[in-house]
Structure formats: structure tokens, C-alpha cells
Nanobody
Framework: QVQLVESGGGLVQAGGSLRLSCSVSGRAFTSYLMAWFRQPPGKDREFVAAINWGGGATDYADSVKGRFIISIDNARNTVYLQTGSLQPDDTAVYYC???????????????????WGQGTQVTVSS
């Protein structure tokens, strides 16, 4: 029902910024909770940020609070993750995820989401 395609990853130096994009297609995704997760090499997938498509409320992991911004462009059906002050610890594959709002219990848990993109690699050099 919903397809997600991430883009915008790349190699940046510490202190730099990247804007990641998640193109969303399907039906009724306006009622979905959208989120970004990341998976550093050799580690588990972890929550980064979430946004309610319909309401616009947002939440962030402590590790990115004040540095990253999640947003939605309704006209382009795209979810963005604007990153800033990137550090080597931010290096990871970043994934876009989605799930019906009425089916979410813990929006920070990867297992709660049934739609995922393919991921985009972000590498931060020192």
C-alpha cells in the first residue's frame, strides 16, 4: 500500500550537513506515522525521529535533538531529515519507515513499522 524510497546520503566531513529525503507513494498515507531510523555498522537499528503526517507533531532521539529536523512536504509527498553538525558517530544507513497511526504503540521501536525504504548511506569523516 505504501512505498518508501530514500535518497540524499553521502560522504561528508565532520560538522557538515545533509538533507535526506523519503519519497512516499501509495494511498491514505496521510494517516501514517513517519519515522527515520539508522543502523550504524555492526549495531542494531535505532530510532532517530518521527512525525505525524496529519498532525505534524515530532519527536527526536536524544542523540540528535537540536541537530536534526524531520519535516514533511505535502505537495511533494516527501519526508525529510535535515541533519546538522554531523559527527563520525552519525555514520549509519538511514531508513525511512511508516505505519498507520492507529496501529502504533511504541513509535521508537523498529518492530512497530511495517513499511520500510531501502536505506541510504551516510558516512561522516573526521
Amino acid at each position: 500500500q505504501v512505498q518508501l524510497v530514500e535518497s540524499g546520503g553521502g560522504l561528508v566531513q565532520a560538522g557538515g550537513s545533509l538533507r535526506l529525503s523519503c519519497s512516499v507513494s501509495g494511498r491514505a498515507f496521510t494517516s501514517y506515522l513517519m519515522a527515520w531510523f539508522r543502523q550504524p555498522p555492526g549495531k542494531d537499528r535505532e530510532f532517530v525521529a518521527a512525525i505525524n503526517w496529519g498532525g505534524g507533531a515530532t519527536d527526536y532521539a536524544d542523540s540528535v535533538k537540536g541537530r536534526f529536523i524531520i519535516s514533511i512536504d505535502n505537495a511533494r509527498n516527501t519526508v525529510y531529515l535535515q541533519t546538522g553538525s554531523l559527527q563520525p558517530d552519525d555514520t549509519a544507513v538511514y531508513y525511512c519507515a511508516a505505519h498507520r497511526v492507529d496501529g502504533i504503540r511504541d513509535y521508537r521501536a523498529p518492530g512497530e513499522y511495517n513499511y520500510w525504504g531501502q536505506g541510504t548511506q551516510v558516512t561522516v569523516s573526521s
